[in-house]
């Protein structure tokens, strides 16, 4: 009988723990446009705040959100790339009026007027509330953008089968 009950007591502990593994957030980040990869820090951070398991995977564009801003590119389509969509986050624009970056320049001011965090503070803020930041492994090498030319606090570059994993454990996935 208390084998049973041991028994028991071991398959009702893990199905609690896998509902606690399975109550977190995983956000898709393709665009890299000021307003997006906002909206995209901003939920990541009320649902860290939650105390929810959150990552983020940047994959084409919005890998621009989560790069030093140096020039990448090792061919010639690869640093014509990198001349034309240089990353940064600081260097992202917003998906409208963005008027060769003077869009940019008065979303910028317009946040600061209205005392609004700026997005390099977001992201530091995802990141000391544990939210994890993935690169897509498929979207740096197209792209021809090195780990280096990355923040530090990423984690290592990873494929769609790692996204879908922490995507399967997740209550909610949001593609942005």
Known sequence: M????????????????????????????????????????????????????????????GIKAIQKGNLTGKGFYGKMMGIMNRGGINTIGPSRFNFGGIGRWMFKQMMKQHKITPLEELRQTAIDLGVKLLPCEMSMQVMEIDTSHLIDEVEKSCGVATMLEKAFHSKATLFI
Request: glycine residues 6%.
């Open 2 to 61: 208390n084998k049973i009950n041991t028994k028991q007591q071991l398959m009702l502990q893990r199905k609690e723990e896998k509902v606690e593994k399975n109550d977190g957030v995983t956000i898709i980040v393709m665009s890299g446009d000021m307003d997006k990869v906002m909206a995209a820090f901003n939920i990541a951070i009320g649902a860290a705040a939650a105390g929810k398991e959150t990552n983020m995977f940047f994959t084409f564009w």
